[in-house]
């Protein structure tokens, strides 16, 4: 195997539109060549080792050496043919792997310099020394009135002797800082920022009791959309379901949809949701009577089990 030879193949060919079948057989013709580019496998071991049939081995092959990247020479055994004798072109492969080296080296380079040939407009800020002088010398003034040294003035300063140091409470308090007002990202991140078509359906949507997600239901609203659906569309569905959840009485109870479930994948804004005819058909319109009849028993005083139907 010549480890050169085929570096210059995935180098050159696949930047000179060699894929597929055809980049993988040079790279098995590589694998097997000499520093001269001289390989003899047989179809039959290519096409087991790649995995390929032998139409399109043979196929490749000849649009290769059409193309200009090896010369096959055929070879013949007595009265039998043996393996073909492959010449890569390898004068060809090095110069144009020469190529697209150079062009990533090039920009490598650009790169670099890009990165680190503007330094940074800051610049580290020089300490001048105080203009007072030594900090820890006696000063005359210091020591009380008319330079007189009383017990008082000899007495240290806490501040200036006490082994805290005030730049670890400023160090506190703006990791406390930083703390809070990384707390408060997620309840900013979290809010979402819904489309006025989408809200003008939740506004329309009919209550249910328990959980209803509107992120859940703006999640599906948006799949909708991918999907090419007019948000009009599901705006008149939302409109004909509400209808029909205040004919049948189940708004504010648990039969009402899901709202990420109605704008989900079944598509139920789809449906016609038309209210039942027949007075009395369906269970949503017999709680209805049944709770109407229940608060005429509690106006009278009576029993809902005295009541005749």
Known sequence: MSSKILGNVWDACAAHDVKGAKLMIMARLADYSNDDGVSY?????????????????????????????????????????????YHLNADRLEALARIERDKVTALKKQRWSETYSHPSDSEPSKSEPSESGPSNGFHPSDSGKNGVLTRQNLTPDPQVNSKHDPSVNSKHESQDTGASAKASAPARSAKQDYSPEFETAWQAYPKRAGGNSKSGAFKAWKARLKDGVKPEDMLAGVKRYAAYARVTGSIGTQFVKQAATFFGPDRHFEESWQAPSAPGGGHNSTIARLS???RMSDDFGESGENLNF
């Open 41 to 85: 496998p047989s179809v039959e071991t290519i096409c087991r080792q790649l995995g390929l049939g032998e139409s399109t081995v043979r196929t490749a092959i000849s649009e290769l050496e059409s193309a200009g990247w090896l010369l096959r020479e055929s070879r013949r055994k007595g009265n039998r043919n043996t393996s073909n004798l």
């Open 292 to 294: 109407g009849l229940g």
